[in-house]
């Protein structure tokens, strides 16, 4: 059942940690909140991303088809904070996002090669993280991220492909510095625990000079 996810492991640089995982199942319903708001704006962002790029082809047919799913993705999570009694109320971001973008070139088309292979991320990364949370949770939602596995994997590679489609050149580089990137905000101390933090406060340990300096 697991072996689509090996592309999902192989692509990131670390496994979530477990401290964050015990962390995360502490507060199901803010975890919940998170996850609907992460799903909200990777539906948000892949829409700016088909009106600001509407000359691409490829891009216009593989996002338009990401932003239904996520979309859809958001209408079940609120379905199940429905049924359990959570009133959706905004959560603040995790810094995980911002981390990546602050390192995006600006000129084209560096700029949409980066934003691409920070979409693969941060898919990647849900993608993993649904199938750390899993087996801890009650029944329901058990099944409800196992669920979501298939198309988060699905999503990080469309995110790559296009990635590779509208780059000059190979993207490994790129890849490999947003992967060490990625690796420091996920294995390094966090304020708040979210779908996408680092290590929880309490259980944080102080980075490294060279994780530091990636946080810059």
């Known amino acids: 059942m697991m072996d689509f996810m090996q592309p999902v ?3 990131l640089a670390c496994a979530t940690p477990p401290e964050w995982v015990s962390a995360a199942v502490l507060d199901v319903p803010l975890l919940l909140q998170d996850h609907a708001n992460c799903e909200k704006k990777a539906a948000s962002t ?3 991303m088909l009106f600001r790029y509407n000359d691409r082809e490829e891009l216009q047919t593989e996002l338009a088809q990401l932003a239904r799913e996520e979309l859809l993705h958001y209408e079940q999570v609120r379905d199940l904070m429905q049924k359990r009694g ?3 109320r905004p959560v603040s971001a995790a810094r995980y ?3 990546m973008r602050q390192h995006v070139r600006t000129s084209e088309p560096g700029h949409l090669v980066d934003l691409m292979i920070i979409g693969a991320f941060v898919e990647a990364r849900s993608c993993e993280r649904f199938a750390a949370i899993a087996p801890h949770l009650d029944e ?3 099944r409800f991220y196992t669920f ?3 198309s988060e994997a699905r999503h990080f590679q469309y995110y790559l492909g296009l990635a ?4 000059p050149e190979p993207i490994e580089d790129r890849v490999a510095f947003f992967r060490d990137v990625e690796r420091v905000l996920i294995e ?3 304020v708040e625990v979210r779908f996408h933090s680092g290590l929880p406060p309490v259980m944080a340990i102080q980075p490294t000079t060279e994780q530091a300096a990636c946080l810059s």
């Open 86 to 88: 959570i009133g959706y």
């Open 188 to 190: 390094t101390p966090d």
């Open 46 to 48: 892949a829409m700016n």
């Open 148 to 150: 979501l596995l298939r």
């Open 97 to 99: 996002a911002q981390g």
């Open 9 to 11: 492991r192989d692509f």
């Open 164 to 167: 590779s489609l509208y780059s």
């Open 140 to 142: 329901d939602l058990k």
